[in-house]
C-alpha cells in the first residue's frame, strides 16, 4: 500500500471517532473498501493518464483561513457559504431568515432522517477520491428544498485554497417539484495544496435543478472532485461544469436516471495553460424508460498540456425510448498539446436512440486567415476562434450575470494562452 494512503487510512480512523454516529457508520464502511485498495497506477484503465505517484512526495504549502474573503459575482443576488482550505468560514445564522422551505445545516450537524438519506446514495462506491473524501471531509452543508418550493435566491458554494489541504462534502436533497440554483466555484492561489470536495444531488419527482461546477484551481493545486445527480420522475437538470488545468487536477461527474422522464442537460469546458493536466470523467445511467439526456464537451488544450475525456452513457435492458447523446470537441494549440478522448456507448434495449462522437483539431486555418486580412492580429484572430469555440455552451447559462463573470473569466484565460498558440 502507498505511503500516502497509509495516512489516509490512520488520519480517517482517528476523524471518525468525533463523528455524528449515521456519519460514523457510513465511514466505517470506507474506511473498510479502502483498506481493499491502494492508490491507482498508470496500469489502472480510469487513471492510465494521471501521475498519482506524486501524492506520495506531496508537500503542501502553508495555508491561512483568514486573509480570503469572496468577490461577489457583479449583478447576482445570491446565498454565499465561504469555505478556506476546507474550513467554513460561513456562520449558518449570519445568512438571516431562508426563504420558505429551504433548510442548511452543517454536514457534522445533520440529522440522521437528512443526511443519511443522500450521503453515498449518489456517489458510486467505485471513485477512488469519493472514498478518501468520505474519511477526510470533515466540513461541508446540507441542503434541502421542501416539497413545492422554488427557492428564487442562487446558493453560492465558494472554496478557496490557499494551500495545505482542504476536504469537503455536499448534500443537496430537491423534494417533489422542488427547484432550485447552486453555483459550485473552487478557485485558489498557485501554491502547493490538496482538495477533495465531492457533492451529491438527489433530484425527487418533478424536481428542477441549476447546477455549476467552476474548478478554476491552477498551478501547483492537486484536484479531485465529484458531481453526482439522481434523477427521478420527470425530474430535470441543467448542468455546467468549467475546469481548469493545474498540476493534477480530475472530476467526476454521474447522472443517475432512477425514474422515468427524466431530462438531464449536461454542459462542460475545460481550458488547459501550459504543462497543465485536467481528466473529466462522465457516466449516465439509464436505468428507466423514457429518459433524456445530451452532454455537450468542448476543450481547449495549450502547450504540452493534457486533456482527457471518458464519457460513458449505459442504456440498461428496460430502459426503452431512451435518447442519449454525447460529443466531445477539442481544439489544440500547438502540436505538443495532448488529448486523450473515449465516448463509450453501451446499449441493451432495442428501442433506443443514442449518438456519441469526438473531434480533434487546430484552429482553422482560413478562418484565420480571414480575420488578420480584416485587419484584426493573428493573436487577436486566435482568442475570437477560441472564445467562439466555448461560448456557445456558456450562452446556454440560464443566469446572464453568470454567463457574464464565466464569459470574462474564460475571455482572460485564453488571452493568457495566446503566447502558447503556434505562429505557423
Partial sequence: MSHWLTQVLARGSQQNQATSPWLETAREESLAALHQRDLPT????????????ILNRFEPATADTGAYQAEPLPGLESLDLVFVNGVL?????????????????????APEATGAAVYNQVKPQRHFFGLVNDLLASTGVVISVAEGCAIKTPIRLVHWQSGGEGHTRHLIHLAKNAELCVI??????????????????QIDEGARLHQSRFALQTGNALNFGGCHFNLSDNSQLHSTLVGFGSQLARLDTDINHTGQHGHALQNAIYLLGEKEL???????????????????????????????FNGRIHIHRYAQKTLAELNNRNLLLTRNAEVYTKPEL???????????GATVAELDSKALYYMQSRGISQADARIM????????????????????????????RISGLRHQASEE
Fill in 42 to 53: 498508470r496500469k489502472t484503465e480510469d487513471w492510465r493518464y494521471l501521475p498519482l505517484g
Fill in 184 to 201: 459550485e466555484q473552487h478557485q485558489g492561489s498557485d501554491s502547493a495544496s490538496l482538495n477533495t470536495s465531492f457533492s451529491e444531488y
Fill in 278 to 308: 485536467f481528466d473529466l470523467h462522465s457516466n449516465v445511467e439509464h436505468a428507466n424508460p423514457n429518459g433524456t439526456s445530451e452532454q455537450n464537451v468542448r476543450g481547449i488544450v495549450g502547450d504540452k498540456g493534457k486533456a482527457v
Fill in 346 to 356: 453501451e446499449i441493451y434495449a432495442d428501442d433506443v436512440r443514442c449518438a456519441h
Fill in 385 to 412: 476562434l477560441n472564445f467562439g469555440f466555448i461560448n456557445e455552451l456558456i450562452e446556454q447559462i440560464d443566469m446572464a450575470p453568470v454567463a457574464e463573470w464565466l464569459q470574462a473569466a474564460l475571455k482572460d
Fill in 89 to 109: 468560514l460561513t456562520a449558518l445564522e449570519s445568512l438571516g431568515p431562508l426563504e420558505p422551505g429551504l433548510t442548511i445545516t452543517t454536514l457534522a450537524d
